[in-house]
C-alpha cells in the first residue's frame, strides 16, 4: 500500500521581493496534508496566496522556505515525473493546435507514440463530452468548451494529482454550475486527487470534501473545514440544508480572517469604476 | 485587410516587453558602438592594406603592416574611422574654406527642410482622408483597397517621375516626401480613429454628444499612439523620398546630390562618401527621435506610452 | 462563414463595387482628359499609349521590360531570402537572453530610422555596380531588421501560461522552442514577411536609381524619363508594380497554406 497522502505541506513560507523593493510575506507557515482522492478547495481574499500555494505544490514556484511533498518525493521531482496535471484560470490552449492536438500536447512532451496518444485524446474529450469538436480550433468553441479541453488536456496522462487554478472564475454562474457537476463526475470516476483554487464559497462548498480557508496579508489558513454531504451530489444537494450550513460556516470564517471585510468590497468599487474611466 | 498583421502595427512599451531599463540600453547600445568600431578597426588591422601614420598620404611611413590582404578590408572599401572623422574637417572643395562637415550639415538641412515639409503637408492629407473613411462606408469601400494596395508595391518607384513631370525642383521632393507620409498615416488612423472603447462611444452617445464632438473629445485622442507610430514611419520614409528624388532625379542641393558626387568621386577619397552617409543616418535618426520628442510629450499622462 | 459560396462571392462584389468604379472611372477620365488637353501628354500619357508602350518594348532592345522586371524581381528574391535567413538566424541566436534582447530593439529601432538607402552607392562599390549582388545586399540589409525584431518578438512574447503549462510538463527548452515558441511567432514571421516582398524591391529599384546594369526596372525608368519617353517609364511603373503586389500575394498565400488557423482566427476578430 502506497502512502496515502499525496501532498504534504510542512513550514512553508514564501516571501515575494528582493533587494531594495518592498517586500511582502505571501504565504506564513503553512502545513497542510492532502489524502489520496481527496478533494480539497483553498478559499480566501485576494492576496491570500492560495494561488502561489497551487504554484509552490506544482513546483512552479519555490517555497522560501519549509518542505512541499508530492507522492512522498520533493515537488520539483513529482513534475519531473509528471505527477500532475494543471488547469489555469484561463484554458491556455493554443491557438495553432486543433482541440484533438491540444489534448495530445503532454503526450507528446512525455513522448507517446501516435496511435497512443490519439487513442488517449479521444477517449479524454470523449469523457469531457467534446467528441464532436476533435478537428475544432479553440477559438471556434465557447469558454466553457476550451475549459473542458483544458481539463481533458490536464487528465489525458493520468496523473495522480489534478491542480486547478480558478478553472471557472471567467464563467457565468449558470456554466459554471454545470462545470461543477462535470468536475465531480470525472473525479468520481477517475480517482484523482484534487487541489481546487477558488473565490466562490457555494464553489467550494459543493465540490470540496475538505475546504481550506486562508486569510490575507500574510497568507495563513485560519481554518480547515470538513464537507459532510452526502455523495453523488447533484442539483438537489445545492438546495439542502446542510449545503447552506456549511456555506455559512465559510462565509463566517472567511469575515474573521479579515476576507468579507468592509475595505474589500467598497475598494473592489472604487477600482471597477477607476479602471472603467481610463479604459 | 491582410496588412494589418499581429501585434506590430500596435504601439507597447518597450520596457513593459523586454524587461529592462531605459539606461542599460543607453549603455548597451553604446558598448554595441565601441564594439562595432573595435571590430571594424579589428578587421583592418588583420587584412586591411599598411597602416600609415595619422594625416599622410600614401607615401607617409608604415606604422603597421597587417599580417593579410582582404578585397574587403582596403582603404577603398573599407576607411579608417579616423580618416572618416579627418575628412569632415577638410575643405570640401579644393581651397575652399567650407569644411566637408559644414557643406553636407547645410545639404543635410536642405534636405530635412524639403521632407519636412511634406512630412507635414502628408500627415494632415492622411489624417483628413482617414477621417472621410471612417465617417463613409461609401468613400472608404471606394478607396481604401487602393491605400492598401499601395503598401505592397514600390511606390518610391515614382520618384523619378515626380521629379520629371514637376521639373527639377523643390516642389517634386516636397511632392514624393508628402505622398510616402501619407500612406502610412492614412492607415494608420483609419485603425487609430476606431480603436477608442465602445464602452466610451456608448457614453457619448448617452450625452447625445455631436459627430464633431465624438471625433474631437474621443477618436481623435484615442488615435494619437497610432498616429505616431505611423509619424515615426514617416519622418525616414519623407527623407528617404527626398533623396531618392534629388540624387538619381536630379535635384541640386539636397544630401541625395552630394551622395551622388561624392559617389563619383569614390576612387580618390571614399571618406567623403562615408561622412555623407553617416551625417545622413544622423539625420534620420534626429528626425525620428524628434517626433519620438512629441509623442512623449503628448502622450505622457498615458501609462503605455512612456517609453519605448 | 454561414454564406453559402455564391451569395458570398457575390456580397464581396458589390463590397468592392465603388473601388472598381473609382479604377474605370479613374482611366476613363484619364484617357478622356489627356485626349482632350493634349498638352502635357508626354508626362502623363494616355492608358492606352502606356499599355501600347508595354506591349512595343517587351523585349525590345533598348527598354528590355519583360527581362528588366525578371532581373529585378531575382535582385528582389534574392535580397530577400539573405534579409530573412539572416535576421531568423540572429533572432533565433539572441532571443534566449534578455540583455542581447533589450541591446537588438534599440538597435533595430534606430536602423529603422536611419535611411539605409543612402548605403545604395556603398553597396554598389562593395559588390560591383553592374552585379546583380549589390542590389541584392542592399534589399537584404532593408529586411533584415523588420525579421529580426519580429521573430523575435514573437519567439518571447508568449503567454506566460503557456510557459507554466509546458513547465509543469516537465518540457525541455528544445521542447517548449519546437510546441511554443516557434508557432507563436509564425504569425508575426509572416507580418515582417509581407512588409518584407516590398521593401525588397524598394531596395532593388533604389539600388538601381543609383547605377547599375540597364536591363532592370530601376535603369528603365530613370533612362526612359531623361529620354522622354514616358509612355515607357509608366509602363515600367505599372510593371514595377504588378510585381510588388504578385510577389506579396504570393507571401499571403503561403502564410494561409502555413497558418491557417492565424488566418481565420483573424477574420472572426473583425
Not at chain 1, 492560495?50 to 513546483?59: E, N, P, Q, V, Y
Given at each position: 500500500?502506497?502512502?496515502?497522502t499525496?501532498?504534504?505541506l ?7 521581493g ?15 496534508e492532502?489524502a489520496r ?8 481574499p485576494?492576496g491570500?496566496?492560495?494561488s ?5 505544490i ?5 517555497p ?16 519531473r515525473?509528471?505527477?500532475?496535471g ?7 490552449l ?16 512525455l ?11 479521444g477517449?479524454?474529450l470523449q469523457?469531457?463530452?467534446?467528441g464532436d469538436f476533435?478537428h475544432?480550433h479553440?477559438?471556434?468553441l ?18 495522480a494529482?489534478?491542480l486547478?487554478d ?7 454562474e ?11 463526475r ?19 462548498v459543493?465540490?470540496s ?7 490575507a496579508?500574510p ?5 480547515v ?10 442539483d438537489?444537494t445545492r438546495?439542502s ?7 455559512t ?13 468592509t475595505?474589500a ?7 471597477t469604476l477607476a479602471e472603467?474611466?481610463?479604459? | ?13 518597450a ?9 542599460r540600453?543607453?549603455?548597451l547600445?553604446v ?6 568600431v ?7 588591422f588583420?587584412g586591411?592594406?599598411p ?12 606604422i603597421?603592416n597587417?599580417p593579410?590582404?582582404w ?7 573599407l ?10 574637417f577638410?575643405p ?5 574654406d ?15 527642410r ?22 463613409s462606408?461609401?468613400l472608404?469601400?471606394?478607396?481604401v ?18 521629379v ?22 492614412t ?11 465602445p464602452?466610451?462611444?456608448e457614453?457619448?452617445q448617452?450625452?447625445?454628444?455631436s ?6 473629445k ?5 488615435s ?14 519623407s ?7 534629388e540624387?538619381?532625379?536630379g535635384?541640386?542641393?539636397g544630401l541625395?546630390?552630394?551622395?551622388i ?19 545622413t543616418?544622423?539625420?534620420?535618426i ?5 517626433i ?7 502622450l ?9 | ?26 482611366l476613363?477620365?484619364w484617357e478622356?482628359?489627356v485626349g ?9 500619357p494616355?492608358?492606352?499609349?502606356i ?11 533598348q ?27 540572429v ?6 537572453w534578455?540583455?542581447t534582447r ?6 533595430a529601432v ?11 552607392p556603398?553597396?554598389n562599390?562593395?559588390?560591383?555596380v ?8 542592399m ?14 518578438r514573437?519567439l ?8 507554466e ?20 511567432a ?19 529599384i533604389?539600388g ?6 540597364s ?5 528603365v525608368i530613370v533612362?526612359?524619363a531623361s529620354?522622354?519617353r ?12 504588378a ?14 497554406i502555413?497558418?491557417?488557423?492565424h ?8
Amino acid at each position: 500500500m502506497p502512502d496515502p497522502t499525496v501532498v504534504r505541506l510542512a513550514g512553508v513560507d514564501k516571501i515575494f521581493g528582493r533587494g531594495d523593493a518592498p517586500v511582502t510575506t505571501a504565504l506564513q507557515s503553512i502545513d497542510l496534508e492532502i489524502a489520496r482522492g481527496e478533494f480539497v478547495s483553498l478559499i480566501g481574499p485576494s492576496g491570500c496566496g492560495k494561488s502561489t500555494l497551487l504554484r509552490i505544490i506544482g513546483d512552479l514556484t519555490p517555497p522560501s522556505a519549509g518542505d512541499a511533498i508530492v507522492n512522498g518525493k520533493p515537488a520539483a521531482q513529482a513534475r519531473r515525473d509528471r505527477d500532475y496535471g494543471m488547469v489555469f484560470q484561463a484554458p491556455v490552449l493554443m491557438d495553432w493546435r486543433t482541440v484533438e492536438d491540444n489534448v495530445k500536447l503532454p503526450l507528446e512532451v512525455l513522448g507517446w507514440d501516435a496511435g497512443r496518444r490519439s487513442a488517449r485524446a479521444g477517449e479524454m474529450l470523449q469523457l469531457m463530452e467534446l467528441g464532436d469538436f476533435l478537428h475544432h480550433h479553440p477559438y471556434q468553441l465557447s469558454g466553457g468548451m476550451q475549459q473542458r479541453v483544458a481539463i481533458a488536456r490536464a487528465l489525458a496522462f493520468e496523473p495522480a494529482l489534478l491542480l486547478m487554478d480558478e478553472p471557472f472564475g471567467a464563467l457565468d454562474e449558470m456554466t459554471r454550475e454545470r462545470m461543477n457537476s462535470e468536475v465531480l463526475r470525472i473525479w468520481e470516476r477517475t480517482g484523482t486527487t484534487v487541489v481546487f483554487v477558488t473565490h466562490s464559497i457555494p464553489e467550494a462548498v459543493f465540490l470540496s470534501s475538505r475546504v481550506v480557508v486562508m486569510s490575507a496579508r500574510p497568507g495563513r489558513i485560519t481554518k480547515v473545514i470538513d464537507i459532510d454531504l452526502p455523495r453523488p451530489r447533484t442539483d438537489l444537494t445545492r438546495e439542502s440544508a446542510r449545503y447552506f450550513e456549511l456555506v455559512t460556516a465559510v462565509r463566517e470564517e472567511l469575515r474573521r480572517g479579515g476576507g468579507l471585510g468592509t475595505d474589500a468590497g467598497s475598494g473592489s468599487l472604487a477600482r471597477t469604476l477607476a479602471e472603467g474611466a481610463v479604459g | 485587410m491582410a496588412a494589418f498583421g499581429s501585434g506590430e502595427t500596435r504601439p507597447a512599451s518597450a520596457r513593459a516587453r523586454f524587461g529592462i531599463g531605459r539606461r542599460r540600453q543607453v549603455l548597451l547600445l553604446v558598448a554595441f558602438v565601441v564594439v562595432l568600431v573595435l571590430l571594424w578597426e579589428g578587421v583592418k588591422f588583420l587584412g586591411g592594406v599598411p597602416w600609415r601614420a595619422l594625416g599622410t598620404g600614401p607615401q607617409g611611413p608604415v606604422i603597421h603592416n597587417p599580417p593579410f590582404r582582404w578585397p574587403l578590408a582596403s582603404d577603398l572599401n573599407l576607411p579608417h574611422i579616423w580618416n572618416i572623422v579627418l575628412v569632415l574637417f577638410q575643405p570640401f572643395q579644393r581651397g575652399s574654406d567650407v569644411t566637408v562637415m559644414a557643406h553636407v550639415v547645410d545639404a543635410a538641412l536642405y534636405t530635412w527642410r524639403e521632407a519636412a515639409i511634406g512630412f507635414v503637408l502628408g500627415a494632415f492629407i492622411g489624417l483628413a482622408l482617414a477621417t472621410a473613411f471612417v465617417h463613409s462606408r461609401l468613400l472608404e469601400r471606394a478607396f481604401v483597397p487602393y491605400v492598401i494596395a499601395s503598401q505592397t508595391i514600390p511606390i518610391i518607384a515614382l520618384a523619378p517621375m515626380i521629379v520629371f513631370a514637376f521639373g527639377q525642383s523643390v516642389i517634386s521632393v516636397v511632392i514624393i516626401a508628402t505622398y510616402l507620409t501619407f500612406f502610412p498615416v492614412t492607415i494608420a488612423m483609419i485603425r487609430g480613429l476606431r480603436s477608442f472603447d465602445p464602452r466610451a462611444m456608448e457614453l457619448m452617445q448617452s450625452y447625445a454628444a455631436s459627430t464633431w464632438q465624438t471625433y474631437v473629445k474621443l477618436r481623435l485622442p484615442a488615435s494619437l499612439p497610432y498616429l505616431f507610430t505611423a509619424l515615426k514611419i514617416a519622418a525616414t520614409a519623407s527623407i528617404v523620398g527626398a533623396i531618392v528624388g534629388e540624387g538619381p532625379g536630379g535635384v541640386a542641393d539636397g544630401l541625395g546630390r552630394v551622395i551622388i558626387t561624392y559617389n563619383q568621386y569614390y576612387i580618390t577619397g571614399p571618406e567623403k562618401l562615408w561622412a555623407t552617409i553617416l551625417i545622413t543616418a544622423l539625420l534620420g535618426i534626429a528626425f525620428f527621435l524628434l517626433i519620438r520628442g512629441l509623442e512623449v510629450l503628448t502622450l505622457r499622462a498615458r501609462p503605455s506610452a512612456a517609453s519605448g | 462563414m454561414t454564406m453559402p459560396g455564391f451569395a458570398s462571392t457575390l456580397g464581396r462584389l458589390w463590397y468592392y463595387l465603388p473601388a472598381l468604379l473609382v479604377a474605370v472611372g479613374t482611366l476613363v477620365a484619364w484617357e478622356v482628359v489627356v485626349g482632350a488637353l493634349s498638352i502635357k501628354a508626354f508626362i502623363f500619357p494616355q492608358p492606352s499609349a502606356i499599355f501600347s508602350a508595354l506591349q512595343a518594348n517587351w523585349a525590345s532592345p533598348q527598354f528590355p521590360l519583360f527581362a528588366s522586371a525578371q532581373a529585378t524581381l531575382l535582385e528582389a528574391a534574392g535580397g530577400l531570402i539573405i534579409g530573412t535567413g539572416a535576421g531568423i538566424l540572429v533572432a533565433f541566436a539572441t532571443s534566449r537572453w534578455a540583455t542581447t534582447r533589450g541591446l537588438l530593439l534599440p538597435i533595430a529601432v534606430a536602423a529603422n530610422a536611419v535611411p539605409i538607402i543612402a548605403f545604395a552607392p556603398l553597396f554598389n562599390n562593395w559588390f560591383g555596380v553592374l552585379a546583380p549582388l549589390s542590389k541584392m545586399m542592399m534589399a537584404a540589409v532593408l529586411v533584415f531588421f523588420p525579421v529580426m525584431a519580429n521573430v523575435t518578438r514573437g519567439l518571447t512574447q508568449v503567454d506566460p501560461a503557456a510557459l507554466e503549462l509546458m513547465r509543469s510538463y516537465a518540457a525541455g527548452e528544445g521542447t517548449i522552442l519546437r510546441k511554443v515558441r516557434i508557432p507563436n511567432a509564425l504569425p508575426y514571421f509572416f507580418t515582417a514577411l509581407k512588409l518584407a516582398t516590398t521593401l525588397s524591391l524598394i531596395g532593388a529599384i533604389v539600388g538601381e536609381y543609383f547605377g547599375g546594369a540597364s536591363a532592370v526596372l530601376g535603369r528603365v525608368i530613370v533612362q526612359s524619363a531623361s529620354a522622354l519617353r514616358f509612355d515607357v517609364t509608366w509602363a515600367a511603373i505599372l510593371l514595377a508594380a504588378a510585381t510588388g503586389i504578385a510577389f506579396y500575394l504570393a507571401t499571403a498565400a503561403l502564410e494561409r497554406i502555413v497558418i491557417p488557423w492565424h488566418a481565420s482566427l483573424r477574420a472572426t476578430e473583425t
